[in-house]
C-alpha cells in the first residue's frame, strides 16, 4: 500500500490552525484576579503532545508573533505594548511548554496517559514559572507596584493552576486516544522538519 506523503504546507497549517485553536482559547475565560483562566493552555498542551515539539512550539510562536503585530488574539486585546502586561511571561510559556511536552512525547513509543500527564503537568510548570517571574517583574518594576513573591505566588500560580491541573488531566484523556490516530502523521511532519 503506498504510504500517504506530507509537504512542508501540513506542517505550517497544522500550526496555524492551532495558533487559531489557542485565540479561541483566550477568549473562553473565567475572570480571576490579575490572571485571568483562560482555555489557551488546553491547546498549549495540544500543540505539543499531537504535532510534536518544533511544529507545536511552531504554532505557539505564530500565536504570540500574530498577537504582538496588533491582532487581537491574546486574553486581553494585542500589540507590541503587551509585552508591558503582567501576564505577558504566561504567553512566552505557552512556546517552552508546547515544544517540551512535544519532547517528552516523542521520546516514547507508545506514549500511555501517565506519560501525556507528566508531559502537560512539565508544560504547566514551564508556563507558570515563566509567567510568575515575568509577573512578579513587571508588577514591581515595569508598573512600579510593591508586589511580594507571597503575591505573586497567591496571584500568579495559587489561584490560577486548579483548573489548569484539571486541563492537565482532561487533555491527557483525550490525548492519549487521539495520539495513535495522528502518531503517523507527526512521524511524517517530523521528517519533514528535518529535510
Known sequence: MKQKTTTPTTGLIL?????SLTAIGAFIKVPVPFV??????????????????????????VYLTIGLVGVPVFAEGGGIGYVLKPTFGYLVGFVLASYAI????????????????IAHFTGLL??????????YAAMN?????????????????????????ILCLVASAIAVKVHKHVSPLKHRLRGEMKA
Open 126 to 135: 514551564l508556563v507558570y514559572g515563566a509567567g510568575t517571574v515575568y509577573l
Open 141 to 165: 518594576v515595569l508598573i512600579g507596584k510593591t508586589f511580594t513573591v507571597w503575591q505573586t505566588f497567591l496571584y500568579g500560580f495559587l489561584l490560577a493552576v486548579p483548573g489548569d491541573i
Open 15 to 19: 500550526a496555524a490552525m492551532f495558533a
Open 36 to 61: 485571568p483562566f483562560t482555555l489557551q493552555i488546553l491547546f498549549v498542551y495540544f500543540a505539543g503532545s499531537l504535532l510534536g515539539s518544533r511544529i507545536g512550539a511552531l504554532s505557539q510562536l
Open 102 to 117: 512535544g519532547q517528552l512525547i516523542e521520546r516514547k513509543e507508545k506514549p500511555t496517559w501517565r506519560d501525556f500527564v
